[in-house]
């Protein structure tokens, strides 16, 4: 006899069902919905963990590489039948395809709901019980509704829902091989009880499949030769078992649904209220006597309304949000719908739905086997004193803090979290030898290991291996994959370049935006002329990089046209090929006259952009061009109120230092400022002090000096500097006072 269950995954009542159809039937055989390849290892499974766990299964080849979790929490169904089952002293058996079957390719979670497949009938029966979503039904139906009948409710549910509807291909697949698995195992059990237990979607598949007629042995897969994969346990945490904060499947509010699974609806109500209540006074929020008898009144009125023997968990949130929120929301509830909060949600509603979820986080027993990566990442943390909490300073000129950061960029490239850089070299533009880092106990650490295990036994080969991932993933994005060379130079991965720079070689060719290229230069420009991390400093490849984005920017640069404010990262490329020619110019044999052609053309045309064409006379200026021409007198004739700061921030961004070098260009612009009305000044204003900014504090300090000395003014500077209101509200008011005074002379109420 074989009694099937369809189930809904982290269900209290499935649980429940399952727990009491085991105890009653004494089943020889339980099979659950699972990995295949975990059938061996069901004894590590059970061995006594703290509950949530999962599954993490990863596989890799020349094509693929997938990472998914199957979740386990103490009201899961299928966690039920495996600990009802083993106490009845049924045989357990997963029966579901293994982890890594393509089946799975687009599935990061193995227990995700197949709603979607359903959604037609989902929202039919949300009209037809007046219910916001599949979740608020759910309860409706099942958790707060009477146990008497719920498993013949069950299937009449899952069997509506999955209706005449076809299958997906890999829904066909599972299902094939799970009624092979049921036909052999009714074969071996004879007249004897079996209890099989899936996700509802699949039941009523199952149920006609296992009654066809066949000798058919199920195929234990074997991972493909030329594959690397396997499953661990990890830890796993409420937080990522909730829907509210982006889980795939199963019930949401995982804190509420455990209270509802250890001590009914009922008293899950109560635990509700009470945890909104304390964290919402753990974040000083006044709640009254008077607001938690509302709260409780108010839910208690829409359970009965809404014809419930129990307060459900939306009843208690709903009669949360009627007592203690006056005002109109923004947003709908989270509890409307699936998914995430909105943006905007408000912040009492964002504490409740915390307070819901819970902070519970799993532990594995200590008997429990962790992949290669766990051990030698541990064995690295104390060969280099890194399993101490505490801070770390390393210079990075010294070969043993240089192993020592290698150790802590690789696990921060992995997400291994308890290790946080505030300061080092962040762009490869900065050549700063110091890092310090925080190092601290983390109860996510093991699980992130356990996960990145998928990638490698060894953390730089698992490193490695995540970033070759990254540069597939990026695809021509130059900017992501000049950042994953930079990662790779700071995790010391020497054989990724190669593969990094061919992408990026691409890349550039293809790249149409400026901004993106001028970023790219500068990390493989500071690289070819700085890195001792990577042993790449004047590398032939590094040096091709850089020629081909110089020669691409100054192409792009030509091709603009319009007006428009200053484009900061167009302006940065052209600083960018400014330093490439200063710092590699000789060396990669540059064409240094190229671009001081590109420089002239850009300053002299009328079509190209204000902050182009100051770029384009700085580009020239800074590289000592004999055509550049006299900065006064270009400074002079280039400025109009209209778009004087947009030019100069393309001058500033290429000659920085040569405009303060230059005797009389801090003069002429002092003059040109002074003379303009206070209507021009007001419009020039934003576009003047964005150009400025290209000075560093002290540079700024010394202009502010030099324009004090021309006015005869012995003071301190830093009043300039520092004002007591936003320069645009000075502006504006000085605007305003010139023209009270104007008005006040037309009437004659002035005379001066």
């Known amino acids: 006899m074989i009694t099937f269950i369809g189930v809904r995954h982290h269900s209290p009542a499935c649980a429940r069902l399952v727990r009491e ?21 069901i004894g590590e499974l059970l061995l006594g963990h703290e509950l949530p766990i999962a599954v993490f299964s ?196 995982p804190a509420y649904y455990q209270r509802v699974f250890e001590a009914g609806v009922d008293a899950a109500a109560n635990h509700l209220l009470e945890a909104v209540v304390t964290r919402l006074r753990g974040r000083k929020q006044r709640l009254s006597t008077a607001d938690l008898i509302a709260a409780t009144t108010s ?49 009492v509603v964002v504490e409740m739905v915390a307070a819901l979820s819970g902070d519970r986080v ?47 960029h690789r696990l921060r490239i992995l997400g291994v979290p308890g290790f946080d850089r505030h300061s080092g070299p962040r762009t490869g533009i900065d050549p700063e030898p110091i890092e310090e880092w925080a190092v601290a106990r983390d109860d996510r650490r093991l699980p992130a290991l356990i996960e990145a295990g998928g990638y490698g036994s060894t953390i730089d080969e698992a490193t490695g291996a995540l970033l070759a991932e990254r540069v597939t ?14 990662d790779a130079a700071l995790a010391g991965i020497p054989e990724l370049s190669g593969l990094v720079l061919d992408e990026v070689g691409r890349a550039v060719g293809a790249t149409p935006e400026m901004g993106p290229l001028g970023r790219v230069l500068d990390v493989v420009l500071a690289l070819w002329r700085h890195d001792r991390l990577l042993g790449t400093a004047g590398s032939t490849p590094l040096g091709t990089v850089i020629a081909t984005s110089v020669e691409r920017i100054l192409w792009l640069a030509e091709g603009v046209r319009g007006a428009g404010p200053a484009d900061l990262p167009r302006i940065g ?38 902050d182009l064409r100051g770029a384009g006379f700085g580009l020239g200026w800074s590289l000592g061009s004999a055509d550049a021409g006299d900065p006064v007198r270009v ?9 004087a700061g947009d030019w100069l921030a393309g001058v500033f961004a290429l000659a920085r230092e040569e405009v303060l070098q230059a005797g009389g260009v801090l003069d002429v612009l002092d003059e040109a400022v002074g003379v303009m009305g206070d209507g021009d000044f007001l419009i020039a204003l934003p576009a003047l002090r964005q150009a400025f900014e290209f000075f560093p504090p002290r540079e700024r300090d010394m202009i502010a000096q030099h324009l004090l000395a021309r006015r005869g003014i012995a003071g301190n500077s830093r009043a300039l500097l520092r004002l007591g209101a936003a320069p645009e509200l000075v502006a504006e008011g000085a605007e305003l006072d010139g023209r009270v005074a104007e008005l006040l002379k037309r009437e004659g109420l002035i005379t001066t």
């Open 362 to 408: 799993g532990r594995l027993h200590a008997d429990t086997p962790a992949p290669p990566l766990v051990h030698h990442a541990t064995a690295e943390l104390e060969r280099h004193g890194l399993d101490a909490d505490g801070a770390r300073r390393l210079d990075l000129a010294r070969d043993a803090d240089r192993e020592v950061s290698r150790v802590l």
């Open 299 to 347: 839910g208690q009125a829409l359970a009965l309304v809404r014809g419930h023997r129990h307060r459900s968990r939306t009843d208690v949130l709903d009669g949360l949000v009627s007592a203690l929120l006056d005002e109109a929301l923004d947003v709908p509830l989270p509890w409307s719908a699936r998914g995430t909060p909105a943006p905007g949600t408000h912040p």
């Open 473 to 486: 993933d990026v695809g021509g994005d130059v900017e992501k994959l000049a950042g994953v060379l930079f």
């Open 573 to 610: 490329a052209l600083a960018s090929v400014r330093d490439a020619i200063v710092h590699a110019g000789t060396a990669l044999d540059l064409d240094r006259e190229a671009a001081l052609g590109v420089a002239a053309r850009l300053a002299l045309s009328t079509e190209t952009p204000p």
């Open 58 to 253: 990863s596989y890799k080849d020349g094509e693929r590489h997938h990472a998914s979790w199957a979740p386990f929490c103490d009201y899961s169904p299928e966690w039920a039948a495996l600990t009802a089952g083993r106490a009845a002293g049924a045989e357990l058996r997963f029966i579901d395809l293994p982890a890594w079957h393509p089946a799975f390719s687009e599935r990061r979670n193995r227990y995700a709901d197949a709603e979607q497949r359903y959604a037609e009938v989902v929202e039919r029966l949300c009209r037809e019980f007046s219910v916001d979503n599949v979740d608020t039904l759910w309860d409706h139906l099942f958790e707060v509704a009477e146990p008497a009948g719920l498993a013949e409710r069950l299937a009449t549910y899952f069997d509506l829902l999955r209706g005449e509807a076809e299958a997906g291909e890999d829904d066909v697949a599972r299902e094939a091989y799970m009624a092979s698995w049921i036909r052999r195992t009714a074969r071996e059990a004879g007249d004897r009880p079996i209890v099989v237990v899936t996700g509802g979607f699949h039941r009523p598949a199952l149920v006609r499949l296992a009654a066809l007629p066949g000798d058919d042995e199920p195929v234990v897969h074997a991972l493909p030769a030329d594959a690397a994969g396997g499953s661990y346990l990890v830890p796993y945490s409420f937080r990522r078992l909730d829907s509210f904060d982006g889980y795939q499947s199963g019930m949401p509010s």
């Open 635 to 643: 400074v002079r004739g280039a400025f109009t109120p209209t778009s």
């Open 21 to 41: 159809t085991i105890e009653e039937l004494r089943p020889a055989y339980v099979l659950v919905e699972g990995p295949v390849e975990m059938n061996a290892r």
